[in-house]
């Protein structure tokens, strides 16, 4: 029979591990909080800079860039967004998992990873994968230094014709309790074209801006901001989307620590019982041998 200074000792570990998923399951609310604000302040910037380019793209026939340029297929470099840390259910093991599907995917390319994050680094690291850059606990403060610093040698490596494709993989955030998958091709930028208007009247320009600069520099300094912007934003969106993950990971395992300690002291009195039983007999079997 169990004995109940062990049950006693069980319940008491369960208890201060629940204690401890509560409290990272606030923590990670307060900072998914601050996070889904980055998120909302950065995707209106996100979407107008798209739009400044499709609308550059309709003004200008002949709009070309070195980052345009369309290449082969054989050399990709995979950008894979995951977590420094764990206790956030499948987020990681998800996004590895896709970064490999993708890889068989690329049946005959030559794929090189760009890895940001301690648990993507850790699993590709240890199975001899091809990595070009890596950025472990970096991901606490999410700046646009941060998607620079990223971002420049990878054009750098585009521009030197070294790569055909950069594509990366990260979480998009959509809630607490959900996140997308996103597979998005970095490099080349695609060629985009004028979005259509509900109004026939609103269909194309109807005026060209004004170039306070030739439209060359003004294309050199864009199309590089974009892809960086671009990076930021992937950032942003895993970073939430592992404070959710977690989130919902930590609620979890403390719903589940409360059913095991319900269970672990309905057993403590079941033995505790049987055991004041087992002396009550005792007692009356000794008194009846008297």
């Given at each position: 029979m169990a004995n109940l200074i062990d049950i006693r000792r069980r319940i008491r570990s369960v208890q201060n591990t629940r204690q401890i998923t509560r409290a990272m399951k606030f923590v990670s609310a307060a900072k998914l909080k601050k996070a889904q604000n980055r998120i909302f302040a950065s995707r209106p910037y996100t979407r107008r800079m798209f739009q400044l380019i499709n609308h550059l793209a309709v003004r200008q026939e002949d709009l070309s860039h070195p980052l345009m340029d369309e290449r082969g297929n054989e050399r990709i470099i995979l950008v894979l967004v995951t977590g420094d840390k764990g206790l956030c259910g499948s987020?990681?093991?998800?996004?590895?998992?896709?970064?490999?599907?993708?890889?068989?995917?690329?049946?005959?390319?030559?794929?090189?990873?760009?890895l940001i994050g301690k648990k993507g680094y850790d699993h590709f690291h240890k199975r001899n994968y091809e990595i070009f850059a890596h950025y472990v606990n970096r991901l606490s403060?999410?700046?646009l230094t941060l998607a620079e610093e990223i971002a420049q040698p990878l054009m750098e490596k585009f521009l030197n014709g070294d790569v055909d494709r950069i594509f990366i993989v990260y979480n998009e955030f959509k809630s607490a309790m959900q996140q997308?998958?996103?597979?998005?091709?970095?490099?080349?930028?695609?060629?985009?074209?004028?979005?259509?208007?509900?109004?026939?009247?609103?269909?194309g320009p109807a005026v060209d801006f004004i170039y306070e600069q030739p439209r060359e520099e003004i294309f050199?300094?864009?199309?590089?901001?974009?892809?960086?912007?671009?990076?930021?934003?992937?950032?942003?969106?895993?970073?939430?989307?592992?404070?959710?993950?977690?989130?919902?990971?930590?609620?979890?395992?403390?719903?589940?620590?409360?059913?095991?300690i319900s269970r672990l002291v309905l057993f403590r009195n079941r033995v505790r019982q049987a055991a004041i039983t087992n002396e009550i007999i005792e007692i009356v079997s000794g008194a009846n041998a008297l």
């Open positions: 987020f990681n093991a998800s996004l590895i998992r896709r970064a490999q599907e993708f890889m068989e995917e690329q049946a005959g390319a030559q794929v090189t990873l760009d403060e999410v700046s997308n998958i996103t597979v998005e091709q970095l490099l080349p930028i695609a060629e985009v074209e004028f979005e259509a208007k509900t109004d026939p009247s609103e269909q050199e300094d864009l199309f590089p901001r974009h892809v960086i912007v671009q990076v930021f934003h992937a950032l942003l969106e895993s970073v939430a989307s592992e404070y959710g993950a977690r989130m919902a990971a930590m609620d979890l395992a403390t719903k589940n620590a409360g059913e095991m």
